[in-house]
């Protein structure tokens, strides 16, 4: 048994799960700048493509996650890896037309948006499904902790992407081709769930209170197993709804920043095209490691409680985020870009954790439906809004991500009352 609560190698697989999802579309967020330039598709169809992806995620995240307790969260999980291997070998096809000539701008990402709407549609399935299988088999601290871990996944993937994206570029696929290989990559963990990871019913009831912790705001402490059992989970309950504004507000603000920085490397540092991937692969490769240092580093450390992490999060994301968009040169954007993403790296988890912990075992698959849409919310128009901004000044997307950013550290502080340390 691992420190968070699951033995290790099922701990690796749900990891992976995780993992190879951040790795794959991270490593197309560092391409798609470039080819999109060299198919001369404006920037602005760039963020639309995952703006349309992520209305689908949100909506039906939700539906996976009621499905769970029926369809099992290892077959959820299966089908969010479907959804994942089929939408890359669909969005590298069309690039790879596209670049070869084969096909013109407008057939390329009209195929593309297709593809990442069904990533949006059935990719979603698999995180809610990882987050509620941890959730049922821990609690309070140990929860925390395996929660953090698992975003984690998302920092190394975010490593790993961009990292080993220009080993696989091979013809005739050329850029494209690291898209393809993902999808590879993808059915080898989609293999590993379906042979080793053991039935997801959880092996027995918890007894006595599931949450340790007092109510956002104060009150009584969470209800025992089985009091909320036939009531749903609603996206007002004062329990989770702070929880959810945090998402919402931190996370158009990590949209922002991750849409616009790849463009922002491009044009601040006036790099021609094809040498464009290799600088963009670096400034998300440094941002992955600060967020890694964060979450396996920091947070296990720190011990510090999710509304903690919430504020202070914020607040680095903010500066580091302000830092980005004043830079000259590669070395400021990355310095600033690094310490942003320190500043997410504990946020996210915080929100994540803090939600989580709110409710009940019986609720943890509606909770985990409501944190993975509350995350996909996030792409719906942050994207489009991101680029738009920065066609009007390069810096002003970012100094108006690290504003929003302090301003969702002072409504946290203000807002969730520390009625316990572990708040």
């Not at 925390?144 to 996944?153: I, M, Q, Y």
């Not at 019913?201 to 912790?213: E, F, K, L």
């Not at 616009?260 to 490691?289: K, N, S, T, Y």
Request: with cysteine; aromatic share 8%.
């Amino acid at each position: 048994m691992s420190a968070v609560g699951l033995p290790r190698g099922r701990f690796a697989l749900l990891f992976s799960v995780m993992l190879v999802a951040a790795a794959g579309n991270t490593a197309m967020q560092s391409l798609l700048p470039a080819i999109g330039r060299v198919l001369g598709v404006p920037d602005i169809m760039v963020a639309i493509a995952f703006s349309l992806s992520a209305i689908l995620w949100v909506v039906m995240a939700p539906v996976w996650a009621e499905r769970a307790d029926r369809r099992g969260r290892r077959a959820l999980m299966r089908l969010g890896l479907y959804g994942f291997v089929a939408s890359m070998l669909i969005c590298g096809g069309a690039l790879a037309a596209g670049l070869a000539g084969l096909a013109g701008a407008t057939v390329v990402f009209t195929i593309f948006i297709l593809g990442r709407g069904l990533y949006g549609a059935f990719g979603s399935a698999s995180p809610p499904a990882v987050q509620a299988y941890i959730a049922a088999r821990t609690a309070g601290e140990q929860r925390t902790n395996a929660l953090a871990l698992l975003a984690s996944s998302f920092g190394l993937g975010t490593i790993i992407g961009p990292a080993v994206a220009p080993l696989f570029i091979f013809p005739p696929l050329g850029l494209a081709a690291p898209v393809v290989s993902f999808a590879a990559i993808g059915a080898v963990v989609l293999a590993l769930i379906i042979l080793r990871l053991p039935d997801d019913s959880p092996s027995g009831t918890a007894q006595g209170q599931i949450v340790s912790y007092p109510a956002l705001g104060g009150g009584e402490a969470g209800p025992r197993e089985g009091e909320r059992e036939n009531a749903k989970l609603r996206w007002t309950d004062p329990r989770v709804l702070p929880w959810h504004v945090m998402g919402i507000v931190g996370g158009h603000g990590q949209a922002v920043l991750l849409t616009v920085i790849g463009f922002l490397v491009i044009d601040r540092l006036a790099l021609p095209l094809d040498h464009a991937q290799q600088w963009i692969a670096i400034v998300l490769m440094a941002g992955a490691l600060a967020s890694l240092l964060a979450q396996w580093g920091l947070i296990p450390r720190l011990k510090l409680a999710p509304r903690q992490l919430v504020i202070w999060g914020s607040i680095v994301a903010a500066i580091g985020t302000a830092i980005t968009g004043v830079a000259g040169g590669v070395y400021g954007i990355t310095l600033g870009y690094a310490l942003a993403s320190l500043g997410f790296g504990l946020y996210r988890p915080g929100f994540t954790a803090g939600a989580s912990l709110a409710v009940t075992l019986k609720e943890q698959n509606a909770v985990a439906g409501m944190v993975t849409s509350v995350n996909g919310l996030a792409y719906i128009a942050a994207p489009t809004i991101g680029v738009a901004v920065y066609g009007l000044g390069l810096s002003w997307p970012f100094l108006g991500t690290a504003a929003l950013m302090v301003g969702l550290a002072a409504w946290t502080h203000m807002r969730v009352t520390p009625s316990s340390p572990a708040v």
